[in-house]
């Protein structure tokens, strides 16, 4: 199944290293990330689920969950769970699926055959409060992912969920938003009373706001 960014995130439950997770319930009011790896005791994912662990108090800041997901079981997601505070410094604390079926694999469309015969690919889904999908990234499984760009994006996704900016190239968090082009210049008075620059009429740059 082909997932879109504006769908809601297929539900599932499936048991992890935290019992069984219904996907809508555990995700409750709040954000969350469902990222897939290829393989247990591998290198380069051992070097990811330890950088997302150490990553997860700036995650929790901002009220996104993390879950992990591949095809292997909960007894090898837990030995290896070992190896990976061990060798990265942190200890993993957010559940990892099982999927030794492959039904969340396959229902998030996390096999590509072409690039890992049956392996999941590593795939990061940001999904919002409502449930629907925000972000979808795909990497090849010789990459490691930037997991420092999803929290980026997180920052921008929950900014524009609650103003009516847009943020431009490379933003971080403090930097000068865009004011959307819906909203026009008379509107734009009351929502950015401190003002903006209009570098031409289609690109107005605004401080960012605050909450
Ligand atoms: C890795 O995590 O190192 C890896 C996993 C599957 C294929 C290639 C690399």
Redesign the pocket.
């Known amino acids: 199944m082909s997932i879109r960014l504006g769908d809601t995130a297929p539900d599932f439950t499936a048991d992890s290293t935290a019992g069984t997770i219904n996907l809508h319930e555990w995700i409750g009011d709040g954000w969350a990330i469902l990222f897939s790896?290829?393989?247990d005791f591998?290198?380069?994912?051992t070097t990811e689920l330890g950088y997302m662990a150490g990553l997860k108090p700036e995650f929790d800041k901002r009220g996104v969950k993390i879950l992990g997901v591949s095809v292997d079981a909960v007894d090898d997601h837990n030995a290896w769970l070992k190896d990976i505070e061990e060798t990265q410094g942190h200890a993993v604390t957010y559940p990892l699926i099982a999927d030794p079926e492959r039904k969340v694999a396959e229902l998030y469309d996390m096999i590509h055959p072409g690039e890992?015969e049956s392996?999941t690919v590593r795939t990061v889904f940001v999904i919002g409060p409502d449930k629907k999908v925000k972000l979808m990234i795909t990497y090849p499984?010789?990459t490691g992912r930037n997991f420092d760009e999803i929290l980026r994006v997180i920052d921008s996704l929950q900014l524009t969920s609650r103003h009516q900016v847009a943020t431009p190239v490379n933003w971080t968090k403090g930097e000068d938003c865009i004011i959307v082009p819906t909203v026009s210049d008379e509107e734009a008075k009351n929502k950015f009373p401190g003002g903006w620059k209009t570098v031409k009429p289609y690109l107005r740059l605004v401080p960012q706001p605050q909450d």
């Not at 591998?42 to 994912?45: D, F, G, K, S, W």
Request: aromatic share 10%.
């Open positions: 790896h290829p393989k591998t290198p380069v994912c890992l392996f499984a010789s």
